[in-house]
């Protein structure tokens, strides 16, 4: 185990406008997929709808924090296995060497926050 932690700098992935407001529209189908979810399993229209429901709510979920969160690829610096990231997370366990690699964001410059 090593006792100093490596630490990368990424550069933090762009988001477009267009990606933000689809990511609005995925949470809110996701939102309303939940609901018709509930209104299903209350009214007993059918526990099977309820479950396609729910799967279709929770798959909006998933694709709205995609365009959300591109991720990015770097190199593991212990055992440079190729690794993936989310943009914004502070810290990775490498999936090969299991040490914990930490992790420097680069705001682009075009991105005024
Ligand atoms: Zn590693």
Redo the contacts with the bound molecule.
């Keep these: 185990m090593n006792t100093t932690k490596k630490e990368v700098t990424l550069k933090l992935p762009i988001v477009s406008e267009l990606n933000k407001g689809l990511s609005a529209i995925f949470v809110l189908a996701g939102v309303v997929m939940a609901l018709v979810a509930v209104f299903f399993f209350i009214t007993i229209i059918g526990f099977f709808a309820a479950i396609g429901a729910i799967v279709v709510s929770a798959f909006c979920f998933v694709i709205s924090q995609r365009l959300k969160n591109s991720s990015v690829g770097f190199s ?6 190729q ?1 993936m990231v989310m943009g914004g997370i502070e810290s990775i366990k ?6 914990l ?1 930490l992790l420097k964001w680069e705001t682009p410059k075009s991105i005024k926050s």
């Design positions: 593991c610096p212990y055992c440079k296995k690794l490498c999936v090969r060497c299991g040490d690699i």
